[in-house]
């Protein structure tokens, strides 16, 4: 089993910043890939973005604005989001896919609200 806790939701005001982590723990083997989905209320969840390897894509909605990142070493991600607008308000969850005995399985955090407002 993985466990993944997301931290550094808040209340930011229009054009604030906001960094978001998310912490991996247990049985972590090889990891495909990790992401941000995001559900604002009485919406679908959404992929804000995600990164495996080097390499990394974003929602439309959020390029120039947000930047994935992952630390290796200690298992951690992070969503940078500046210049941030009200319609960013949502829960943020965080996801990682991952290998195990050549299956591929995903696992989520429990998400941390981020509302934007003035």
């Known amino acids: 089993q993985v466990q993944l806790v997301e931290s550094g939701g808040g209340l930011v005001q229009p054009g604030g910043s906001l960094r978001l982590s998310c912490a991996a723990s247990?049985?972590?083997?090889?990891?495909?890939?990790m992401a941000w989905y995001r559900q604002a209320p009485g919406k679908q969840r959404d992929l804000v973005a995600n990164?495996?390897?080097?390499?990394?894509n974003y929602a439309d909605s959020v390029k120039g604005r947000f930047t994935i990142s992952r630390d290796n070493a200690n298992n951690t991600m992070y969503l940078q989001m500046n210049s941030l607008k009200p319609e960013d308000t949502a829960v943020y969850y965080c996801?990682?896919?991952?290998?195990?005995?050549?299956?591929?399985?995903?696992?989520w955090g429990q998400g941390t609200q981020v509302t934007v407002s003035s």
């Open positions: 996801r990682l896919e991952q290998w195990e005995k050549f299956t591929l399985r995903d696992y």
């Open positions: 247990g049985n972590i083997f090889s990891i495909n890939r």
């Open positions: 990164i495996a390897g080097d390499n990394t």
